[in-house]
Antibody
Framework: QVQLVESGGGLVKPGGSLRLSCAASAFTFSDYYMSWIRQAPGKGLEWVSY????????YYADSVKGRFTISRDSANNLLYLQMDSLRADDTAVYYC?????????????WGQGTMVTVSS | SSELTQDPAVSVALGQTVRITCHGD??????AGWYQQKPGQAPVLVIYGKNKRPSGIPDRFSGSSSGNTASLTITGAQAEDEADYYCNSRGSSGHHVFGTGTKVTVL
C-alpha cells in the first residue's frame, strides 16, 4: 500500500547534525511535492520544509532556514532532511508527508514519524 | 500574516454536531486542509479542497469556507472522533502553515 517510512532520528548534542530519510513506496514518487513537518512533545504541528516534484523549488520555515536542507532522490524514491546546527528547540517527531495532487495545500499521506532529541 | 488560529478545545455530546473553526488571512486564497490526530499517531487528512473527503473518511466530516475562516463540521460525532484537529493552508511565499489545533472531546 501507499506508504512513507521515516528513519534517521535519534539523540544528538546541541550543535550537532542528523540526516533524516523518508522512503516512499507504492506510488510514483516523482509526481508529488513533499514536505517535512514536525511536532514538539505536547505541541502542535509545525511545517518545516517543502520540495517540488522536480526538486527545483524549495521552501523552509524561518525557524530552520540556513540550518536544514531538504532534498529528494526520485530515482530511489527517497526524501531527505539534513539538519545541522541543531538546537534544543528542534526536538520533535519529524514526519514526512506527501502533497495532494488535488490540492496545493493538503498532505494526504504521512509517515509514522521519527523522533529527534537534541540534548547534552 | 500567515498564522492560522483555532479554538484550543471544544466538546460535543455523543451523536451531536460540532464545528471547528480556523482563522487566517491565507484562507481567502486557499481551501484549508483538515487533519485528525489521535494520541501517538500520525495525522490523517480528513478534508481538503472544497469539501472533499479522502477515501475511507466517513461522510459525517464536512468542510466549508467563508472569507478568512474555514470550518470543519462533524455531524453525529462518535466516540472515535475524539482527537486533536488541525487546519493548514499556504502562507506567504509558498510556505505551508498549520493551525494551532483544537482538542475535541466527545462526552
Amino acid at each position: 500500500q501507499v506508504q512513507l517510512v521515516e528513519s534517521g532520528g535519534g539523540l544528538v548534542k546541541p550543535g550537532g547534525s542528523l540526516r533524516l530519510s523518508c522512503a516512499a513506496s507504492a506510488f510514483t514518487f516523482s509526481d508529488y511535492y513533499m514536505s517535512w513537518i514536525r511536532q514538539a512533545p505536547g505541541k502542535g504541528l509545525e511545517w518545516v520544509s517543502y520540495i517540488s516534484t522536480g526538486g527545483d523549488t524549495i521552501y523552509y520555515a524561518d525557524s530552520v532556514k540556513g540550518r536544514f536542507t531538504i532534498s529528494r532522490d526520485s530515482a530511489n524514491n527517497l526524501l531527505y532532511l539534513q539538519m545541522d546546527s541543531l538546537r534544543a528547540d528542534d526536538t520533535a517527531v519529524y514526519y514526512c508527508a506527501r502533497g495532494s495532487r488535488q490540492s496545493q495545500v493538503a498532505f494526504d499521506i504521512w509517515g509514522q514519524g521519527t523522533m529527534v532529541t537534541v540534548s547534552s | 500574516s500567515s498564522e492560522l488560529t483555532q479554538d484550543p478545545a471544544v466538546s460535543v455530546a455523543l451523536g451531536q454536531t460540532v464545528r471547528i473553526t480556523c482563522h487566517g488571512d491565507s484562507l481567502s486564497n486557499y481551501y484549508a486542509g483538515w487533519y485528525q490526530q489521535k494520541p501517538g499517531q500520525a495525522p490523517v487528512l480528513v478534508i481538503y479542497g472544497k469539501n472533499k473527503r479522502p477515501s475511507g473518511i466517513p461522510d459525517r466530516f464536512s468542510g466549508s469556507s467563508s472569507g478568512n475562516t474555514a470550518s470543519l463540521t462533524i455531524t453525529g460525532a462518535q466516540a472515535e472522533d475524539e482527537a486533536d484537529y488541525y487546519c493548514n493552508s499556504r502562507g506567504s511565499s509558498g510556505h505551508h502553515v498549520f493551525g494551532t489545533g483544537t482538542k475535541v472531546t466527545v462526552l
